[in-house]
């Protein structure tokens, strides 16, 4: 077909004999049949008059008419079959430049894409005969694959959407011409989208792990959650939830921003640790999810003051110990953290803290000094634990007690006791009660008694009391002094103490003796003739009592005018002369003390002269009185 114009194709001349070259011819060809061959008249040789295309047409079928102008003239037809040879003068064309298809990411492999379909106008088989084939416009792995005789496009491999998005390719059609060099070609640019399908669940991309003060506002953004999810579209759209760990609504969370903010106020103390799981959920259908355990650590300040472990400590430590004693020690906790929760233990000033000391760190208290609990035996004392960032502190009370030793030994208030006491005392009455006080503690100040030394049987002593008491009547008369010594001992089971005491008992009189006459009945014989203020006779009378109960006066118990007695002496006076010689009479003399409730004794004094003698008589010839039993001697 790519024969050019003006060209022999052919020859129509009849076969060369004798008789053919003498006979004149005339060709032509009809017509219809001459738009793109010529035949010259003469020589019957075939032209092309107009360029051919095969692809138009492929054949042609001439009428080729030949007169014969010899005699007889006469005219023939030939008819010339023209087959147009195809020339390889087409391209193979697609009808689209640019294509784009989309396709889902999880198709299988071998899935049809796309079929390619291009067109070549040339003829002959070869010439037209496509084969396709691809070249990817990067350097990646070309996931697809192109039949070379049909043009389908199908998956070479697994799509992932999420790790190319699109593809763009090169696809050739390209005709097989014998001749490779007359081969001819045409390219289509094609892009692949790769359609989305939810096929990834989100994938958190923040921290598990977060941190919050605890002194935050409410509404304070604690953490913001992000979870990427490479789907696109819905597919992709992530929104956030909290599925546990928030029973105490303590957190909000944004469901479309991730950020979580406090809902109300924390406190570490009572909870230091959250966790929350959260789950991001994409809005594909169906819908993939994620979740995360997102802890929450909520951070100290120094909100709590410490606290003693006890309000009030009580403990015990011995007196007279060496300074540097351990007493007790104090524990005190803060409910803050790290440094908020350090403590300083310190004493607060008071009555005697100056004898302790208290180690800061430790909070263990010791003695400064030595102790003696008889000067102070209970010391109460504060003690403080302080934090510093702020300042916060809290007290408690130590009650101290210092534990006794026998160190001091019972004391008596006097060095020497002296008493009094009168002879009429009953059997087992209290004399004198003994105190000795003993500064030291339990059975090392509890004080017994005793007595050494004889008391002749007089006396006793109250062994926990004390009291001295008589143990038989006492005489003064028999014995007015007893000197005798007490002691007070502790009751110490270890190396008791004591001390001594003198005790001097005087026996104090009472009028307990009646005078009692030297002489009784006493006979004076008296001359006649005797004068006036003559002493006569003397009576004398003694009574052992002392002092006023001692001491006797005299008196006639019936007034009388001859005699008269002398209250002190006891001379017995003649006041009037006598009357006749043979006077005779009787005279009662009475003695009597000075006691306050005065003793009496009588005496007979019986006076005659010379001429007379008194005969005694009574006057009664039976006498009869009743005495109780138990009565105390010298009683009327």
Request: proline share 4%; hydrophobic share 40%; glycine share 6%.
């Amino acid at each position: 077909e790519n024969f050019k114009p003006a060209q022999v194709l052919d020859s129509l001349k009849v076969s060369s004999n004798h008789l053919a070259l003498n006979r004149k011819l005339h060709f032509s060809i009809a017509k219809d049949d001459n738009v793109h061959f010529e035949v010259d008249s003469l020589t019957g040789d075939l032209y092309l008059s107009k360029e051919l295309d095969y692809e138009t047409n492929s054949h042609f079928l001439l009428q080729v008419i030949i007169k014969d102008y010899n005699n007889p003239p006469q005219n023939s037809t030939v008819f010339l079959s023209i087959d147009v040879e195809d020339k390889n003068d087409h391209s193979p064309h697609f009808q689209d430049d640019f294509v784009v298809i989309g396709i889902e990411e999880n198709v299988p492999v071998g899935t049809l894409v796309y079929t390619f379909n291009a067109k070549d106008g040339d003829g002959g088989f070869l010439n037209s005969k496509i084969e396709y084939s691809l070249e990817i416009s990067n350097t990646g792995e070309n996931p697809f694959l192109i039949h070379p005789l049909y043009g389908t496009l199908t998956t070479a491999s697994p799509l992932d959407r999420e790790i190319t998005r699109s593809v763009i390719l090169t696809v050739f059609a390209e005709d097989q011409a014998i001749n490779l060099t007359d081969r001819r070609l045409d390219s289509l640019a094609v892009k692949i989208v790769i359609l989305d399908i939810n096929d990834n669940s989100p994938s958190f991309t923040s921290s598990h792990l977060s941190y919050v003060m605890e002194d935050v506002e409410v509404g304070f953004l604690v953490h913001h959650i992000v979870a990427k999810d490479p789907d696109e579209g819905r597919n992709g759209q992530v929104t956030y939830h909290i599925l546990a760990g928030n029973e105490n609504k303590a957190f909000v969370l944004d469901k479309i921003t991730g950020l979580l903010t406090t809902a109300q106020f924390l406190d570490r103390e009572v909870q230091e640790r959250y966790s929350l799981t959260v789950m991001a959920l994409d809005d594909g259908s169906p819908a993939l999810s994620a979740t995360q355990v997102l802890t929450i650590i909520v951070l100290d300040v120094n909100d709590e003051a410490p606290g003693f472990l006890k309000q009030l400590y009580e403990t015990a430590v011995p007196e007279n110990r060496d300074p540097g004693e351990f007493v007790i020690r104090v524990e005190a906790v803060d409910q803050d953290a790290g440094l908020n929760s350090l403590l300083q233990y310190e004493i607060l000033p008071g009555a005697g803290y100056e004898k302790f000391k208290m180690n800061s760190d430790s909070g263990e208290l010791v003695t400064a000094a030595s102790l003696d609990r008889e000067t102070q035996e209970v010391f109460s004392i504060k003690g403080s634990s302080v934090n510093y960032l702020p300042l916060r502190s809290s007290t408690a009370q130590l009650y101290l007690t210092v534990l006794d030793e026998n160190d001091h030994s019972p004391l008596f208030a006097k060095t020497q006791y002296q008493i009094s006491v009168t002879e009429d005392l009953e059997e087992g009455s209290a004399i004198l009660d003994l105190s000795a006080s003993d500064e030291d503690a339990g059975l090392n100040g509890e004080v017994m008694y005793s007595l050494i030394d004889d008391t002749y049987g007089a006396f006793a002593i109250n062994s926990v009391t004390g009291s001295i008491v008589t143990t038989k009547a006492l005489d003064r008369e028999t014995k007015s002094q007893y000197t005798f010594r007490a002691v007070a001992s502790d009751c110490s089971t270890h190396f008791p103490r004591s001390t001594t005491v003198s005790v001097v008992v005087h026996v104090n009189d009472v009028n307990d003796n009646d005078p009692g006459f030297l002489q009784n009945p006493i006979r004076v014989f008296v001359p006649a003739e005797t004068a006036v203020n003559e002493t006569v006779a003397t009576v004398r009378a003694e009574d052992v009592d002392l002092g006023s109960n001692g001491a006797v006066v005299f008196n006639l118990m019936m007034a009388e005018t001859v005699f008269q007695v002398d209250v002190k002496t006891g001379d017995i006076i003649l006041r009037e002369p006598l009357a006749s010689k043979d006077f005779s009479t009787q005279l009662l003399v009475t003695a009597s003390d000075q006691g306050i409730t005065p003793r009496t004794a009588t005496a007979v004094v019986i006076i005659f002269t010379e001429e007379q003698e008194e005969v005694i008589s009574f006057s009664h010839s039976l006498y009869e009185a009743s005495v109780p039993e138990n009565s105390a001697a010298g009683g009327h």
